[in-house]
């Protein structure tokens, strides 16, 4: 059974203090790995979509890196306004994405 | 484009009634999904069409819930009759065939059957 498991479920960070979220999965047939971010009361907004292992992309403080089994989103210097709820997901060989339970990150000044 | 546009944004109910949540898709789109979201189970992918039509509904969880789409501009998502386990936030998310399957999300409707 396809599986998205998202890892810490809660991460506090220092302003500055640089971290990493994992997501792991178990899908047959992977066509790509997609990662979101969401505030509190909005829907989820696309951040990066990885297709191969190996594949990495930037965007600010964020950094996602792919494997065969797993997903980095790796967040430099983060600021508050990096505070949200970090989703991903996993597209198979159809047009749907399933989704992990995401991790709730909090970034203190 | 003022991107997908969800409505209402908050619907509170009594057991036992209906409730019609309405979605409006990103012009161009062909691809159209229902999500509902709660804390223990995160998001949930319910129905998905494409072109206007279902094409997967096996996340719909029982025959109380139903999702149209008419016309590529609108689709409805009807829970009748609805129970206080419906309580979670729905989402409508819309994608365009050329996008690699970048899906962009409503805000979402927050229902709360009491």
Known sequence: EDQVTQSPEALRLQEGESSSLNCSYTVSGLRGLF?????PGK???FLFTLYSAG????????????????SFLHITAPKPEDSATYLCAV???TDKLIFGTGTRLQVFP | DAGVIQSPRHEVTEMGQEVTLRCKPISGHDYLFW??????RGLELLIYFNNNVPIDDS????DRFSAKMPNASFSTLKIQ???PRDSAVYFCASSPRSSGNIQ???AGTRLSVL
Request: glycine content about 6%; charged content about 40%.
């Open chain 1, 91 to 93: 597209l198979r060989n």
């Open chain 1, 43 to 45: 829907g989820p907004e």
């Open chain 2, 104 to 106: 962009y999300f409503g």
């Open chain 2, 35 to 40: 999500y509902r979201q709660t804390m223990m």
């Open chain 2, 81 to 83: 009759p609805s129970e």
């Open chain 1, 55 to 70: 594949e990495e992309k930037e965007k600010e403080r964020l950094k996602a890196t792919l494997t065969k089994k797993e």
């Open chain 2, 59 to 62: 996340g719909m969880p029982e």
């Open chain 1, 35 to 39: 990662w979101y971010r969401q505030d």
